[in-house]
């Protein structure tokens, strides 16, 4: 690394060989150079490392069991768990705090990508990775880590999520610690410990601009100064096409210093444990800031394709493999053997986590004696009341409150949110709000809360043409399909404050599932019979009428205009029933003889009015009336005139609809575009 002036934020970790037997610090070395101009070697042949200390053959256990995984089915994404695996060592052995005898230990140290390191991982369940799961076979190493496995904090597909997963994740930390540690009671003490490679780094959620300098997810835990997160970047230098200096030569570091954050460099990530467990802890020192530890690793290391993006993915030559294997004791042909050495040395984990346990139990029995009422109140946190809703945050210094100030970073809103919700079931319930067209940036966070089975309350304000001026680019006439499409979310439109009592009295029992409340700006007119009760349902009639021709069915700030057509056309002698609809999903899961009571089989038309396109009505409905353009910039008001959605517009088209049936049946006739 060369040698130059002091930068404040960026340290570096050296060691003077890859023996693991000494450390040293120094914080006046500034290592900037971008990644590209960086002269660390990578090799492509075996390096000639010969294990000598404990860390050095439980790195070793570690690739061999990366390798009989992948291998076992032809092949997998061992290439950056083999470069890793020092780092692993250093995490779940000397630095991190959890239990592996209790995955749930709630002040456990957190670490996104986490897939390892708890009592439900069996040998067997390893044996499944890969595998084409047929006649029913389940395991729990999946491709991805997904947030119903022990151990695993955060389902972490797309790249990028992690980083944002794990800000929520620290930031519910820092709250609960400001909220309850008093002095000598430090009960909330969890560390958020992340791994990132060059791919995250360049997803959009973790360190893209969407407005001049604002990168999102890393800004935001710059600008909070969250010193309890630390990033880990695998930084190999490869990604899945190539060298990675084909498609980024940015400085990094430098990024990072700017958004905020301390640097620490590690020389080398292939066998030095030493000197990642020294920068692991020197990031405990920061106060202020969180911590990015660039740590150089060899993709595949030792493996024949090292250092090449041929070691991303698929499977590693033979030759290789069986040296790793006699390197550690093994035979070439062994599989899934772990020598006793590093098998006693990483199972001491579970005897120091559980002591770990006991003595922060001690600890809440001590705090609960100086202070009942705060034990109680951290008691019901966990459990998943989360109390007074009216206290908000004044200070973006203080970590006390309740409000979070996320600027122009909707998709790393909605997925710190996850992280936030997922760090205790219950423990805190994230609600989230822009526009409802910004949910659009937003919805890659959205539907991993929906995938994670994820209790987080989206409001999408701003859901009509009452955007009006801003345009069509701010009406967003589509994107109800995208949500009322996505599985394991409630999209909720209520009509009125009723309602939208309704809708957050579903919101907050489903503790499963996230929930979208889609709100307009513009007034509305009466809607009658309106029920907080029928939102529970999805849609409930709320004007009867047993002689009627035609149902209307709308939601939100539409229905009123449908409720005024329909006296239009009564008094024209056309008699109607009306719905409200304000959750299709909810609606999906009543009875079969609900669903019939609201809209009838019986052939009458039934006709939906809403100002979006009518891609999910026609499951319901006979015809409909919406959008089958994008929207305009003009009023509200004569937005609804000029796409046929005002009172008139509805009339008119209702009249020729039924003209056209001609008295026939409307189910017959096949669903309408009107």
Not at 36 to 53: C, D, L
Not at 162 to 178: D, F, H, R
Not at 638 to 656: M, P, Q
Request: aromatic share 8%.
């Amino acid at each position: 690394m060369a040698p130059g002036l002091v930068e404040t934020g960026l340290l570096a970790v050296n060691h003077d060989d890859n023996k693991s037997k000494s450390h040293n610090l120094k914080a006046d070395v500034a290592p900037a150079e971008s990644p590209a101009q960086t002269t660390w070697e990578t090799k492509k042949e075996v390096t000639g490392w010969i294990p000598e200390t404990d860390d050095d053959f439980a790195i070793l256990a570690v690739r061999n069991l990366v390798l009989d995984i992948c291998m076992q089915n032809g092949g997998g994404h061992g290439g950056s768990a083999l470069g890793m695996a020092a780092i692993g060592v250093a995490l779940w052995k000397h630095v991190m705090r959890y239990n592996p005898a209790n995955s749930e230990w709630f002040d456990r140290d957190r670490f996104v990508l986490s897939n390892v390191g708890y009592d439900a991982w069996t040998m067997d369940e390893l044996k499944g990775y890969g595998d084409a799961k047929l006649n029913g076979y389940k395991t729990i190493a999946h491709a991805h880590p997904e947030i119903e496995v022990p151990g695993v904090e955060v389902t972490t597909g797309p790249l990028g999520q992690g980083i944002a997963n794990a800000v929520g994740l620290a930031i519910a930390s820092k709250n609960l610690a400001a909220n309850f540690n008093k002095p000598g009671h430090d009960i909330v003490k969890s560390r958020i410990y992340c791994m990132t490679g060059d791919g995250c780094l360049m997803e959009g959620v973790a360190l893209e601009g969407r407005v001049i300098v604002l990168r999102l997810s890393i800004a935001l835990a710059g600008h909070l100064q969250l010193s309890n997160l630390v990033l880990l970047y695998d930084n190999n230098q490869v990604t899945c096409d190539g060298p990675l200096d084909w498609i980024n030569t940015e400085d990094v570091n430098a990024k990072m210093v700017a958004s905020g954050w301390e640097v620490i460099n590690v020389a080398d990530g292939r066998y030095d444990v030493r000197a990642i467990v020294s920068a692991l802890d020197l990031a405990k020192n920061s106060s202020s800031k969180p911590v990015f530890i660039n740590i150089r690793t060899v993709i595949g290391v030792d493996m024949a394709s090292a250092g090449t993006a041929k070691a991303h993915h698929g499977g590693f030559d033979q030759d290789s493999i069986a040296a790793s294997k006699k390197l550690a004791g093994l035979l070439p042909s062994s599989r899934y053997e772990i020598p006793e050495r590093p098998l006693q040395f990483l199972r001491e984990s579970r005897d120091k986590g559980t002591a770990a346990e006991q003595s922060w139990d001690k600890s809440m029995d001590k705090y609960a004696e100086e202070y009942p009422e705060e034990a109680a109140e951290f008691a019901s946190r966990q459990k998943g009341t989360q109390g007074d809703f009216e206290k908000v945050l004044n200070e973006a210094t203080s970590f006390k409150g309740r409000y979070i100030r996320n600027g122009i970073r909707e998709h790393a809103m909605a997925s710190i949110a996850n992280g936030m919700a997922a760090y205790g079931p219950g423990t805190f319930l994230p609600i989230t709000a822009t526009f409802f067209m910004f949910f659009i940036y937003a919805a890659p966070g959205v539907r991993m809360g929906a995938l994670s089975n994820l209790q987080v309350i989206h409001i999408a304000t701003h859901d009509s043409f009452a955007e009006g001026q801003n345009g069509p680019t701010h009406q967003p006439v589509e994107l109800d399909s995208l949500y009322r499409a996505m599985p394991n979310l409630s999209y909720i439109r209520p009509c009125d404050a009723e309602e939208l009592i309704g809708a957050w009295s579903y919101a907050m029992r489903s503790v499963h599932n996230p929930s979208m409340i889609s709100v307009a700006r513009d007034p509305v007119g009466e809607v009658p019979n309106t029920s907080r009760e029928g939102v529970q349902r999805g849609a409930y009639v709320i004007q009867e009428n047993s002689d009627a021709a035609i149902t209307l069915v709308s939601c939100g700030s539409n229905l009123h205009y449908a409720v005024a057509a329909a006296k239009k056309l009564e008094q024209k002698g056309t008699k109607c029933r009306l719905v409200s609809a304000p959750c299709l999903s909810l609606f999906d899961q009543q009875d079969s003889e609900y669903r019939k009571s609201v809209f009838p089989l019986d052939g009458k038309p039934i006709v939906s009015v809403e100002e979006y396109v009518a891609t999910t009505w026609a499951r319901y409905v006979t015809a409909s009336i919406g959008m089958t353009s994008f929207g305009y910039s003009a009023s509200n008001e004569s937005n609804y005139e000029r796409f046929g959605l005002d009172t008139a517009g509805i009339e008119k088209k209702v009249n020729k609809y039924l003209k056209s049936l001609n008295g026939g049946s409307a189910r017959e006739a096949g669903w309408q575009q009107l």
